[in-house]
């Protein structure tokens, strides 16, 4: 089928308007390729890379095309054919990919030298000399925005096990991550908290390591399959119910374990089990976790309606009017604290488009009292972070930026929310790009209703 119907979902078609840089023509260099007609050469890796794997396109493809499996294998085949990558590419992926993520006391090492740097003099010093001007501006501007490292992860600071409040529902495991573990600890220790409240053991497998989502993306699906088996050994070992990712981009790759996993008969079983059990943590509080009785009312209100191009909650934005609690300020999470704000969501491409949960982080922002939501046009557009596509392809990721902030700042929200680490940070880096930085903050969602969760200090 060539209908096309993915196109208009396309942000890289949508930009430049080239059939190349559609998800139709990238299937056709694809398949030009896989028949013979077409080398996987430079320009084949160009068009390749162009790609956001952000998976609008398979949502809207009437066929089912699992675009995102097509990219992976394409990228694979690039880097197993092509003799065109520049070495130091190639020396910097395996340094990163093989001598770092895979090893969570180096990410921690990492992270401590970046503490040392952020903390002491030496971020100063690094700036008053000079020393970031050697660095293209993307990279200046993403270092400016970087949030503080620490060099011990959550299981670290706060131990392996934390019990449920109440009667246990369920245990689950919670998916640390490699960088969200040195760079966003404190969501990780707040992600524990929120899924305690709401009735779960929580535990925090020690040998887990990266999801491989990077390796995947960038066809490195050897190392991708070495890091998935390991996670699949860890959790199975730890007898939990759940896997719990709060981060879309790593929890899109666990939930395609199977599918990664399918033709490696010792595995194939063991990535099933896995990838029915990964879950994104805003849907296991809606679906599974207990919410206090206002938050589970508001819950059940569903879904706004469109006011000229935004969307405003069903009851003006006031999902639980009297304080949140309704009454009943105990027996699960609920989200009550805090100032009159008014909110909006940037979705993470995988988790709406790969774990298909965008009704979840929406129906718990609804929940908060106190805060209005209101929905950001085009929400399910990428914003141009993907992985480390706004490191290697910064002139589009820029351009794409550029307009998402534009309906940003239609939205007059204080907080900006999101649920994947790397679009946090791109929605930071565009909040100071756009000089909005005195009016807006974004904050991961988890960090957000923690913030407002009902007696947290008690
Ligand atoms: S993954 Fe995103 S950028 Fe790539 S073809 Fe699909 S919609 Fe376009
Ligand atoms: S990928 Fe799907 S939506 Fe896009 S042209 Fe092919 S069949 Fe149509």
Redesign the pocket.
């Known amino acids: 089928?060539?209908?096309?119907?993915?196109?208009p979902?396309c942000p890289t078609f949508r930009e430049t308007g080239i059939e190349a840089e559609?998800?139709?023509g990238r299937?056709a260099l694809m398949k030009a390729v896989a028949d013979g007609i077409l080398d996987p050469d430079e320009a084949f890796e160009t068009q390749m890379n162009h790609c956001l794997g952000c998976r609008a396109?398979?949502p809207?493809?009437?066929?089912?095309?699992k675009?995102g499996q097509l990219l992976e294998q394409a990228r694979d085949s690039v880097e197993r054919h092509t003799t065109t990558h520049r070495r130091w590419v190639k020396a910097a992926r395996r340094t990163a990919f093989d001598g770092l993520f895979p090893h969570q006391n180096r990410m921690r090492l990492l992270g401590g030298a970046l503490m040392l740097y952020q903390r002491t003099g030496l971020r100063k010093l690094a700036r008053g000399a000079g020393l970031m001007k050697l660095f293209p501006a993307h990279m200046r501007e993403m270092e400016a925005i970087l949030p503080d490292a620490s060099y011990k992860g959550v299981a670290e600071q706060i131990g392996a096990f934390h019990p449920a409040k109440g009667e246990r529902i369920a245990t689950v495991g919670l998916f640390r991550g490699c960088i969200m573990d040195v760079l966003f600890t404190e969501t990780n220790k707040h992600t524990v908290e929120l899924l305690n409240e709401a009735g779960f053991d929580v535990v925090i497998p020690e040998s887990q390591n990266c999801c491989g989502a990077l390796h995947a993306h960038s066809g490195e699906q050897d190392g991708a399959k070495a890091l998935a088996k390991r996670n699949i050994a860890a959790f199975k070992a730890a007898g939990v119910e759940w896997i719990v990712s709060n981060a879309g981009g790593c929890g899109a790759l666990l939930v395609e374990y199977d599918h990664l996993l399918h033709d490696d008969p010792q595995w194939a079983d063991d990535a099933a089990w896995f990838a029915k059990r990964a879950v994104d943590v805003s849907k296991l509080l809606v679906e599974h976790g207990r919410l206090r009785a206002a938050a589970q009312a508001a819950v059940a209100a569903g879904a706004g309606s469109v006011v000229g191009g935004a969307t405003a909650a069903p009851n003006g934005g006031h999902a639980a009017e009297s304080g949140g609690c309704g009454g009943s300020c105990s027996g699960g999470v609920g989200f009550a604290s805090g100032e009159q704000v008014r909110i909006t969501y940037q979705d993470s491409c995988h988790l709406r488009n790969v774990m298909r949960s965008s009704d979840a982080p929406r129906k718990l922002m609804r929940s908060v009292a106190n805060a209005e939501f209101v929905e950001l046009f085009e929400a399910e557009r990428c914003c141009g972070s993907a992985g480390i596509y706004n490191l290697t392809e910064p002139r589009m990721a820029g351009q794409i930026l550029d307009h998402k902030m534009e309906h940003v700042r239609r939205t007059d929200a204080h907080y900006l929310l999101t649920s994947n680490p790397g679009c946090l940070l791109q929605m930071k880096h565009g909040i100071e790009k756009h000089g909005m930085s005195g009016q807006m903050k974004a904050v991961h969602l988890v960090d957000f209703l923690h913030e407002r969760m009902c007696g947290k200090d008690a």
């Open positions: 089928m060539r209908c096309g119907f993915c196109l979902a559609s998800p139709r299937i396109c398979e809207a493809c009437p066929a089912d095309v675009y």
